[in-house]
């Protein structure tokens, strides 16, 4: 009996240890977003941010429209985290805010085999010097 | 972290400018239109009145010269793997020679933006499309990676991703198993501006690409080419390509 209390044990610990108990209901922890709010009610957005993502993908490739609500590029802008040393992490690396719920729900998430996972950096320090014009219309374009 | 929580602020604060900017102005002023380029609200899609165009002056263009091809590596983050055969390449820079007078000239040769793109014709999926505005792309959402669309371009225009990439730029996005090739820059004409290798051609004093709408007579790649004798690359297959060529 002892034995079987041990395995047990040993088998809810790992989770137990990766997600947060909450109610008795083992929840992904995911890292807060920058800022107040986000883009639409937190409901919203656990629903549904797929879909917004897929409309806004289509319209964005197919038509230039570039608002920047579902934009991915704003979602990792927004997301994303820094390590110890300042370095942007990825935001689908294990515990990040893509990957803790998606690993969670064991949902594969496609978008980054293409699209970047950091947010861009450096990018204006280098264009202002370059192209000064080019740096000010930068920060309009979102993917 | 600081600096970075400000520049976060002020690119809102940019952006929402350009947003109110692009209700409130009327069509054609702009607030921070680059050359002749026109500035689209964030909302507004791409008009079919516009056809994005590029003019390269071949006389202005010199052999020894790459810095259009590393402009648009280093803006679009395509990284080799020292294949040439296999690496990505949106522009490249072609030789020509005159056998006759040993005449020897360079041009960059890149997607030529055509009107009828052979590539749009084959693409079995849709991922190839023409935008309203004349720029060719692929959507590598629904690409699938046949690459009839390189077979089917006479400009040899078009690269496929071989392997696995990591650190991608978030305004190009790039992955294996999809074909892609130039976009004029498209992230940067959306926001005002002019493709990569057209401000670094500006800006080594060649000055041999122009870019502009077609479609306006008075942007400057339409006088130039109202003015100058310009033709196309094989004008001849009657795709009306986009990109045409002075002096060539």
């Known amino acids: 009996m002892r034995i079987l209390v041990f395995i047990l044990a040993m088998m809810f610990l790992p989770s137990l240890a990766a997600a947060q108990e909450t109610g008795g209901v083992p929840s992904p922890s995911i890292t807060k977003g920058k800022g107040e709010q986000c883009v639409a009610d937190t409901d919203y957005m656990r629903r549904y941010h797929m879909k917004e993502l897929s409309h806004q993908r289509d319209e964005t490739m197919h038509e230039g429209v570039r608002t920047k609500q579902f934009s991915l590029k704003e979602c990792i802008a927004c997301h994303a985290t820094t390590d110890d040393s300042g370095q942007p992490v990825p935001i689908n690396a294990p515990g990040e805010f893509c990957a803790s719920c998606h690993e969670y729900t064991a949902v594969k998430v496609d978008c980054f085999q293409c699209h970047a996972t950091k947010p861009e950096q450096k990018k204006q320090a280098q264009a202002s010097a370059l192209f000064p014009m080019t740096a000010l219309a930068e920060p309009e374009v979102s993917q | ?248």
Not at chain 2, 18 to 42: C, E
């Open chain 2, 1 to 248: 972290m600081n600096g970075s929580g400000f520049d976060f602020n002020r690119r809102r604060f940019l952006g929402a400018a350009a947003a109110a900017a692009g209700v409130t102005l009327a069509p054609g002023v702009t607030l921070y239109g680059v050359g002749q380029a026109q500035a689209r609200g964030l909302d507004e899609p791409a008009s079919g009145e516009v056809r994005w165009g590029m003019l390269i002056d071949i006389n202005q263009c010199t052999t020894d010269c790459t810095e259009c091809v590393s402009a648009c590596a280093t803006e679009n983050g395509l990284t080799g793997h020292g294949r040439p055969a296999t690496d990505a390449q949106w522009i490249r820079k072609v030789s020509v020679r005159d056998p006759k007078n040993g005449v020897e000239k360079s041009l960059p040769v890149m997607c030529q933006h055509c009107a009828e793109p052979p590539c749009v014709d084959v693409c079995p999926t849709g991922a190839s499309f023409r935008r309203a505005d004349g720029i060719v792309l692929v959507d590598k959402h629904i690409c699938i990676g046949c690459r009839y669309c390189m077979m089917a371009c006479p400009y040899k225009a078009r690269s496929f991703v071989h392997e696995d990439l990591t650190d991608q730029k978030p305004h190009a996005p790039r992955g294996k198993g999809t074909v892609e090739s130039c976009t004029f820059c498209v992230h940067r004409v959306d926001a005002g501006g002019k493709p990569a290798c057209v401000e670094a051609c500006g800006a080594t004093g060649h000055g041999a690409m122009t870019f502009g709408d077609l479609n306006d007579p008075d942007s400057e790649i339409s006088r130039r080419v109202a003015q100058y004798a310009t033709g196309q690359i094989r004008a001849d297959l009657g795709v009306d390509p986009g990109v045409r060529y002075q002096n060539l």
